[in-house]
């Protein structure tokens, strides 16, 4: 099985940036997909962004050009470069981890990120 520990998050005003990181323990790391997940209070789960094993990475239209979602493999983190934070931002960052299709992920704890003045 996999743990993930995320950290990094904290409260920024607008304009901001903050960089999280996921910190993965356990086998085949370079083999999962890899993304980070937010949720406000009252909202649902969403997607930020993802990156898999190959490196390609996807983005929620919300974040595009602000956030950008990296991995480093041989450190077995995944990490998220958060600029020109909105107030909308603000939630508790996940990270995940997905080995396949049909395979459950695995989740980290979650980092609250506050985007306020």
């Known amino acids: 099985q996999v743990q993930l520990v995320e950290s990094g998050g904290g409260m920024v005003q607008p304009g901001g940036s903050l960089r999280l990181s996921c910190a993965a323990s356990g086998s085949s790391f370079n083999m999962y997909a890899m993304g980070w997940y937010r949720q406000a209070p009252g909202k649902q789960r969403e997607l930020v962004a993802n990156?898999?094993?190959?490196?390609?990475?996807n983005y929620a239209d919300s974040v595009k050009g602000r956030f950008t979602i990296s991995r480093d493999n041989a450190k077995n983190t995944v990490y998220l470069q958060m600029n020109s934070l909105k107030p909308e931002d603000t939630a508790v960052y996940y990270c995940n981890a997905k080995q396949s299709p049909f395979s459950s992920p695995y989740w980290g704890q979650g980092t609250q990120v506050t985007v306020s003045s």
């Open positions: 990156i898999n094993n190959n490196g390609n990475t």
